[in-house]
């Protein structure tokens, strides 16, 4: 049975019957991004792919507690960024994993400006340089600007009130931007 040509909203309505082929299509759909999400948050490949696949277990047995099939994603994403939070404050141990192991690589170059290659170092430097910030600042900074969430979102995410998310932001950006101007010279 071929599920390919399916719609998201599609494959969630045959997931809630239990369709473990509509399953295995939704987790590939989702899990290169669901994974890169979860690895942002525990910074281990292992623990990154095991919080991803736990949360889909999580969802695919919470789905008839989705109120709107639309927003399957945007729900699964938060299924995996609260399953990550919880496993890395869980955790004591941190193993680092070269930057490179997750950054996307591009094979095809059409369409790439000439800046590309400075524009990736930039951002690699970025990168590296969030992973020396506090962890606090490193997370909300992530979710921020990685993962686009609002203040609201994060205040409810890291559970801090929305005024202490916005003071947390404002001194992780501060922070990062020291430690770039400090690279720069």
């Not at 490949?45 to 277990?57: G, I, K, N, P, W």
């Not at 008839?64 to 890395?88: C, M, Q």
């Not at 490193?138 to 202490?164: C, P, V, W």
Request: glycine share 2%.
């Amino acid at each position: 049975m071929t599920l390919t040509n399916h719609n998201i909203e599609q494959l969630v309505e045959l997931c809630k019957t239990d369709n473990q082929f509509a399953q295995l299509e939704l987790y590939n759909r989702y899990y290169k991004a669901m994974y890169n999400t979860a690895y942002r948050i525990v910074k281990n490949s292992f623990e990154a792919e095991d919080v991803m696949q736990d949360a889909f277990l999580l969802a695919f047995s919470k789905l008839d507690t989705l109120k709107e099939i639309k927003t399957f994603g945007a729900w699964l994403k938060r299924i995996v960024i609260n399953r990550s939070i919880y496993h890395y404050n869980k955790s004591t141990k941190f193993n680092e994993v070269p930057l490179d192991d997750v950054l996307y690589k591009v094979e095809d170059t059409d369409g790439i400006t000439e800046d590309y290659e400075f524009t990736n170092i930039q951002a690699k430097q970025v990168m590296e340089t969030m992973k020396t910030l506090k962890e606090n600042y490193r997370m909300a900074l992530t979710l921020h600007l990685i993962e686009g969430f609002d203040y609201d979102e994060i205040s409810d995410i890291m559970r801090i009130s929305s005024a202490n998310c916005r003071t947390t932001i404002s001194r992780a950006k501060e922070s990062l931007r020291k430690k770039m101007q400090a690279l720069v010279g």
